[in-house]
């Protein structure tokens, strides 16, 4: 990632790509907590609904 046609990049291109990298990976993060909170809550939903049908 450092060397593009020959040169190597100045400090502000490192800045820039850290930044970059760790707003990815922020977004992935937030992206996983929230789809295992859906992922979650559907099962639980599925378990209610299990349960009343066993009721009945």
């Given amino acids: 990632m450092g060397d593009v ?3 190597t990049r100045g400090p502000e291109w490192l800045d ?3 930044s970059f990298s760790s707003s990815v990976n922020t ?3 937030t992206a996983k907590n ?3 909170f859906v992922g979650g809550a559907i099962s639980l939903v599925v ?3 299990e349960v009343s049908n066993n009721e009945r």
């Fill in 27 to 29: 977004t992935a993060n």
């Fill in 5 to 7: 046609g020959g040169k």
């Fill in 34 to 36: 929230v789809g295992g």
């Fill in 47 to 49: 378990e209610n609904n």
């Fill in 16 to 18: 820039i790509e850290n």
